[in-house]
């Protein structure tokens, strides 16, 4: 009998005991999923409880929501954009697309790559084999470029694919920028250094504006061009009002003197030489390749060229090769240089 209360006795303590401990596992499960609720996106697609480096991301991108786990180490980023965003976040890319073109476009940045990203191919078409080999924890991607790709490059490691070119309508280059910088520093688990970044990026806005407004330069009317020129040819992209480009210079007081009545997708229209007589009341404001000599060379030699107002009155500006197409550091870059140079 005693045997009998005995092992009644132990069978009651066995089931308190399991029972607590089932309450310990629901604890901590009722907790994630508490996290996890709490985890809501906004419209940047960054997680608004990231606290824990071993936290699940959900992040929004231009085809759809990618889940990012713990902490992010090796980034291959497949357009320059998004290696600048890295190091404006004080993250060294993994390996980055042509990685040569990156350093002649992006020269001038204070912040460069250490020399240790592997150059994973081309924007194009980059090398699945080489992207593979970094067993990356994130891979970062342009829709236009790397859409057909997604699934491949989702199979190697978490992928984000941007659109830094919205359709009509839909937003304008300078807005997508900040979004997409605000969603990689979330999926790398930097939201605080890119609220710095952006903080940092708006104060030079300002007082970039306010040194133009002081030198008399406020709405003062610009055309910025990126140009080349092929077997002695001259090519000129210039920048419309949806361009991040001209964005930046919105922000600290200029006026766009270029206009195209249909919408470019890309921010820009391409013309030749003729497309800058248009607009010879306004200063010029160009962007080109170091090598590239159509400014010191070409144009000089142009009997058209020679005879325009800008020209003449020297109101033709070379940024150095400033990317017009880049992200925070490349937007403070510019709105700074230009300052400078209308305000000599």
Known sequence: MKRMKFISFMLVAMVVF??????????GNNAGSENQGAEQTNNAGEATNAADPNATRTIKHAIGETEVTGEVKKVVVLEWTYAEDLLALGIQPAGVADTEGYKVWYGSLEQQLDGSAVDVGTRQEPSIETITSIDPDLIIGVK???????????????????????????GDQYS????????????????????KVLADLQAAFE???????????????????????????????????????????????????????????????????EGLTKAQQASV??????????????????DVYKELQFVKENRLYDLDGIWPFGGPLSAEQLATKVTELLTK
């Open 176 to 195: 997508e920028m900040e979004e997409t910088f605000k969603a990689i520093a979330a999926a790398v688990g930097k939201q605080a250094e890119g609220d």
């Open 144 to 170: 236009f470029r790397h859409e057909a790709i997604y699934d491949q490059l989702s199979d190697i490691a978490p992928t984000l694919i941007f659109n830094p070119y919205p359709e009509e309508g839909q």
């Open 207 to 273: 007082d970039n504006k306010a040194k133009l407004a002081a030198a008399g330069k406020e709405n003062h009317e610009v055309v910025m061009t990126q140009a080349w020129s092929t077997d002695g040819v001259p090519t000129f992209r210039l920048f419309t009002d949806n361009s991040m480009a001209m964005s930046i210079l919105s922000k600290i007081g200029l006026k766009n003197a270029h206009k195209d009545e249909a919408f470019q997708v890309y921010g820009y229209s391409e013309t030749s030489l």
């Open 285 to 302: 404001l160009y962007t080109i390749s170091p090598e590239d000599t159509i400014f010191s060379e070409l144009l000089p030699k142009n």
């Open 18 to 27: 399991l029972a607590a401990c089932g309450g310990t596992n629901n604890g």
